[in-house]
């Protein structure tokens, strides 16, 4: 991983899923669970690479103030994609050892990445749903960054 002491860089691998809808309102989340239930109208994707515990101590200090700015983009394999910002919050631990949850509210908990997100699962690129959905191996890269005051 390449980084430096104003930003860092955490790639998760995961899949999609039959059950994928992503229709949740104000959050999405990817997890290291490997099946789903049509009720997780959160969830765009399983069989994750790594929880939040699993990221480096560099990203968790970065994303632990909230003047980090946080990019997501999701990408499957057939080329669909997407992008959401979020920011970080002094009140993250990035604790939870299977779930990374991406929140548009301030709220947050073990399994929150980032909170104030531009988008959550029901705004996501229907085109990228639709590749979740035919479980199309995916990635989801985060790229913390502080920018200069």
């Known amino acids: 991983m390449r980084s430096g002491k104003w930003f860092s860089i955490e790639t998760v691998e995961f899949r999609g899923?039959?059950?994928v809808k992503a229709l949740h309102k104000t959050t999405f989340e990817v997890t290291k669970?490997?099946?789903l239930?049509?009720?997780g109208d959160c969830?765009?994707?399983v069989?994750?690479?790594?929880g939040l515990k699993d990221f480096s101590d560099e990203f968790r200090?970065?994303?632990r103030d909230e003047r980090t700015k946080v990019?997501?983009?999701i990408i499957t394999e057939d080329g669909s994609a997407d992008t959401v910002m979020c920011q970080g919050s002094s009140s993250l631990t990035l604790e939870d050892p299977v779930r990374i949850i991406v929140r548009k509210s301030s709220y947050t908990a073990p399994n929150t990445l980032c909170v104030k997100a531009s988008k959550a699962a029901a705004e996501i690129d229907r085109a990228l749903i639709t590749s979740l959905k035919e479980g199309k191996s995916s990635l989801l890269l985060a790229v913390a960054f502080r920018p200069p005051q």
Request: hydrophobic fraction near 35%.
């Open 17 to 19: 899923h039959p059950n």
């Open 43 to 45: 969830i765009v994707g």
């Open 47 to 50: 069989e994750a690479s790594k």
């Open 61 to 63: 200090q970065l994303v």
């Open 33 to 35: 669970e490997t099946h």
């Open 37 to 39: 239930t049509p009720r």
């Open 71 to 73: 990019f997501i983009a």
